[in-house]
Every structure is written in C-alpha cells, then in structure tokens.
C-alpha cells in the first residue's frame, strides 16, 4: 500500500463457489476450509525479505499454481517489471492484481505477499473453470515508488480498447481482519458487488477512505477502467506495514482465507455481468 501526502511517497474453502453464466463456477477442488488455510500458509512462506528476490518468487509461486514458464510474462516498461499471466476468455477483460514490490524494512509479508498469494490462488482456481471473460492475473512492481507499475501498464492499454477492460480487482495488505474496500480508489458500482458478496457468503462488511493511502486500482480509474482495492487490514496497522514488523508471525491467517472467499465471489459476479455495467 502507498502513502500518499503531497505526493505519493512509499508508505506504506469451505469454498466459496461463484455462480456465473450457463451454470459454470469458479472453484477450488480444495473442499475444506483447513486444507486451503495450509495452502494460503505455505503459500505466505514463500515471501523473500530482500526486494530484489521477490520477483523470482513471483513467477514460483504462480508455476506451483500451475502456470507453464510460457505462460508466465514478465512485461517491462522502463525501469519497472510485471509479472502477467493470462486466461484466455473473450475479448472482454479482467485485470486482478497485486504489488509484489516493499519497502526496506521487515519482509513486506502483510503489505503486500499477501495480495500476491490471493492473487496466485485465484488464479488457481478460474485456470480450472474458467469463465467468460480474459483474466489477466498480475504481480505490479514498484507500487511503493507511486503505483509504478500499473500506472504503466494502464497507460500502455491503447485507447479504443480499454471499454472491453470490464473492471480491475486489487488485493493490497490483508492478514488483521476481513476484506474491506478501500473507498478513495474503488469504484462506487463495484463496491456495492463487494457488498452483495459479503452478504451472501454472510462475513462483515466494511468500506472506508484511508485520505493518505493509495493502491493499484487507481491507475486504472485514471484511464477510465472500473477499478477496486480490497485490503484486510485493521486496528493498529500503521505500526506493522512499512515497518520492521512486517513478518508473516503478524499475518493472521483467516483474514487471507475470507479474502479468498470475497475473491471468487467478486470475479464470479464480474464475469457474468455486462461489461458495461461498472461503467
């Protein structure tokens, strides 16, 4: 997650089964709760301290989930490098992403690995029942320099193409509490999908402006893209990111399974919808 003052500076299943059209679901063959808390956990471990490393762990993580080495892209622009894998649909489109980059201090396990593992295992998940849509599944480097990375590759989508680019899913720091939307860069219409999701998998929900932080959704609002930040953070979280704190024995664990959870139910909803319809 990105601090922003004046400018931006770095700051910072059981399953849950989504219905989508013609009776097809995104799903886990995972079926209890435990055996995908072991997964989620192995999963967080895998999270390197040094920055430099956490690319390479990108691509390992996403290889376990099943991805080929030729499917794995590492699109670079300029001084900055995503991890981009792709499940062909329509030309309808779907971005669902994460920073992998973090600050000098701790292990960035709760800002942001965590977004990174729910990312890859959601991934996981629509590779085995896949949808309507084109999900493009992403790791964004450089978030923490000012969204670096997906102001990159928003920017680099052409023009005449970003209306078949339904919306973009971003998890950013969970590991405290259950998902929560981050108001100053989420999309009022996706929100209230984020909302409709809680109520029917029947965990809390909440939604808040955090005025001094920033995530990836925001480069795709720029570019008029439907955008949304998840997050799992709660009290007391300014003295854990962005910090030496920032170790995996701060994560709690069913705060990435509910995440998880929000996630399948929100790209199922998404994929069913009209693409025009966030709009």
């Known amino acids: 997650m990105t601090h922003k003052r004046t400018i931006l500076l770095a700051l910072g299943l059981i399953v849950a089964v989504s219905v989508l059209a013609a009776a097809t679901v995104f799903r886990d063959r995972v079926e209890t709760q435990t055996d995908i808390i072991e997964i989620l956990k192995k999963d967080l471990e895998m999270a390197e301290c040094e920055d430099e490393n956490r690319l390479e762990s990108v691509r390992k993580l996403f290889k376990e989930k099943g991805a080929s080495d030729t499917e794995i892209a590492v699109e670079s622009f300029d001084s900055v490098e995503n991890v981009v894998v792709t499940i062909k649909g329509g030309e309808e489109t779907v971005v669902v992403g994460a920073h992998f980059?973090?600050?000098?201090?701790?292990c960035g396990v709760l800002d942001n690995w965590s977004g990174v593992v729910l990312v890859a295992n959601l991934y996981s998940a629509v590779k085995k029942y896949p949808g309507k849509k084109t999900f493009k599944f992403v790791a964004f480097g450089k978030e923490e320099k000012g969204l670096v990375g997906s102001g990159k590759m928003a920017k680099a989508i052409p023009k005449d193409?970003?209306?078949?680019?339904?919306?973009?899913?971003?998890?950013?720091?969970?590991?405290?509490?259950?998902?929560?939307?981050?108001?100053?860069?989420?999309?009022?219409?996706?929100?209230?999908?984020?909302?409709?999701?809680?109520?029917?998998?029947?965990?809390?929900?909440?939604?808040?402006?955090?005025?001094?932080?920033?995530?990836?959704?925001?480069?795709?609002?720029?570019?008029?893209?439907?955008?949304?930040?998840?997050?799992?953070?709660?009290?007391g979280f300014e003295q854990i990111i962005h910090s030496s704190k920032d170790k995996i024995e701060e994560v709690e664990i069913n705060s990435l399974y509910h995440g998880y959870r929000m996630g399948l139910s929100l790209l199922g909803k998404i994929d069913a919808a009209d693409c025009g319809a966030f709009r």
């Open 161 to 235: 193409e970003r209306v078949r680019y339904c919306a973009m899913v971003n998890f950013d720091s969970f590991g405290m509490y259950y998902p929560q939307v981050l108001n100053n860069v989420s999309d009022k219409k996706l929100t209230e999908l984020t909302r409709q999701s809680a109520e029917e998998l029947k965990i809390p929900y909440s939604d808040a402006s955090i005025d001094w932080a920033s995530s990836d959704s925001a480069s795709f609002q720029r570019v008029d893209i439907p955008a949304i930040t998840l997050h799992g953070l709660g009290r």
């Open 101 to 106: 980059d973090k600050v000098k201090f701790g």
